[in-house]
């Protein structure tokens, strides 16, 4: 009976999991742009006129918290800064030199957006879509 009870704590610990925000990588759509080392690519559209983008799942990271303040170091300490005027609901705006960045943040999953025109038209129709 305990060794049932050792595999159900360590399934529940799994299933549970948050991220360890310790390593960094760069994302598939823009490399100076870091994304967690954990997330695993769901999606991603290149090379569209409009825009390019890739879906993240991250377990363990919450909508309703907004950018995790670890995550959000690790961007500023790439050399990304928020546009905070531009931001959008759950949609974050960085720069880097003239490189735009969006980061929308889902439950259990994010999406790294770099848009190609229109800007606010790219955040609307991300925002609608969701």
């Keep these: ?3 049932v009870w050792v595999i159900l704590l360590t399934i529940t610990g799994c299933a549970s999991s948050t991220p360890s925000w310790t390593k960094f990588e760069g994302s598939v759509v823009e ?9 695993s690519i769901t999606e991603t559209a290149l090379n569209n006129s409009r825009m390019d983008y ?3 799942s991250l377990s363990g990271i919450k909508e309703s918290d907004s950018v995790p ?3 959000q ?6 050399g990304w800064t928020e546009q905070e005027d ?4 759950t949609t974050h705006v960085y720069k880097k030199d003239k490189v735009i960045v969006q980061l929308t943040i889902h439950d ?5 957006l770099v848009p190609k025109q229109d800007r606010k038209t790219v955040i609307q129709g991300l925002e609608s879509s969701q």
């Design 31 to 39: 490399k100076s742009f870091p994304v967690p080392g954990e997330a």
């Design 86 to 89: 531009q931001n959008s609901g």
């Design 69 to 71: 303040a670890e995550y």
């Design 108 to 112: 259990n999953s994010f999406t790294v």
């Design 54 to 56: 890739v879906h993240y």
């Design 73 to 78: 170091q690790a961007i500023s300490e790439w």
């Design 1 to 3: 009976m305990g060794l």
